[in-house]
């Protein structure tokens, strides 16, 4: 009926959609720790790795924290998530427990894959998160394999597959939004662009640099999302699952984020300034940004939110110690789990 009020509906975390934003104080100490662990952990393991317990390669999500916290937050059990060899916080927000993924970043017997996936190629299947995976884009089929799969078995489930956008421009991400668009299956591609790929801006190497443009050509809407803010990601991945679950085919999501460290440890970064680093942790970062809504709505002062940075503290150091106190895989570990009856 014209002039009719839109009604707001309201999602899982208390933001309201199409409405004004109503975010619980329960909802925000959630994000906050959440986001919080994340970073910790990966710090954590970006010293341990200084320090050669880490061996071969090592990517940190430092920076990107409200990505996977506020897509997670939009999931239900049953659904999966896959994506490249930036995984750790992956895992962490799938439910493992931060002592089985330090082990698993040195190698030991007691890592969430047994000490033989590392760093770039763990796995939670419990959780719901099926990789961490080496090659470039090599996951964006994968993801589209799994939309398959639950749009045969008519399960309701949704497929979230991550990619960067330096892998954006794989021609296996196409041929994966192809096959996703004509067969409508449950699948949200979710680009995590923070602008840099292995360390070539966007700007120089992709033509169309709006790149939740790129599913346009297969007929899947795509959405640019501010990926330094948990809510925003919250709500558009809400938005986006729902789609899925409508039988609405694929979606695209954009997120807009940065890293702060180099592509890998071994990346100086000196492709960026150091002032630009800082402009954005001063004025972007994720987890303060919840922070200052803790603060402001009168939920936490910077007594009580120190105390939850030592409890998140003494857990990840737990983490550390358990993982450099376990023992390495029996030798016997390299022929098992290297194939599954079907």
């Known amino acids: 009926m014209a002039g009719a009020k839109k009604k707001s509906k309201t999602t899982k975390s208390g933001v309201k959609q199409g409405g004004k934003a109503a975010v619980s104080r329960e909802t925000l100490e959630t994000y906050y720790r959440e986001m919080l662990m994340i970073r910790r952990f990966e710090e954590k393991a970006g010293q341990m790795y200084g320090m050669g317990l880490i061996g071969g390669f090592c990517h940190l999500y430092i920076g990107q924290e409200a990505v996977v916290t506020g897509l997670q937050h939009a999931l239900e059990p049953g659904d999966s998530v896959i994506t490249g060899y930036r995984c750790h916080a992956h895992m962490l927000a799938a ?25 770039m190629h763990m796995f939670t299947p419990e959780g719901g998160f099926y990789g961490g995976h080496g ?27 991550y990619f960067g956008d330096g892998a954006a421009n794989q021609g296996q991400v196409f041929e994966a939004f192809n096959m996703a668009a004509l067969w409508k299956l449950p699948v949200i591609f979710v680009i995590e662009n923070n602008h840099y790929a292995m360390g070539t801006s966007v700007t120089r190497s992709t033509a169309i640099q709006e790149l939740c443009q790129r599913g346009e050509a297969f007929g899947i809407p795509g959405q640019q999302v501010d990926g330094m803010d948990v809510l925003a990601v919250q709500a558009a991945s809400e938005k ?38 800082s402009k954005v942790r001063q004025e972007r970062d994720p987890i303060e940004h919840v922070r200052d809504m803790l603060v402001a709505a009168g939920h936490a002062d910077d007594d009580s939110l120190r105390e939850v940075d030592k409890a998140v503290k003494a857990e990840v150091n737990d983490a550390a110690e358990f993982a450099q106190n376990n023992q390495a895989p029996d030798a016997a570990e390299l022929f098992t789990d290297i194939m599954a009856e079907a």
């Open 95 to 119: 439910g493992a427990d931060p002592r089985a993924v330090m082990a698993e970043l040195t190698g030991r017997a007691d890592g969430v894959s047994k000490g033989k996936g590392g760093s």
């Open 135 to 161: 090659i470039v884009g090599a996951q964006a089929p994968l993801g589209a394999g799994f939309g398959f799969a639950n749009k045969y078995r008519a399960n309701d489930r949704v497929s979230v597959t």
């Open 240 to 277: 986006a699952v729902a789609q899925c679950r409508a039988d609405e085919g694929p979606v695209l999501l954009e997120m807009m984020t940065y890293r702060y460290r180099g592509h890998s440890m071994s990346d100086p970064a000196k492709y960026r300034t150091r002032e630009e680093v």
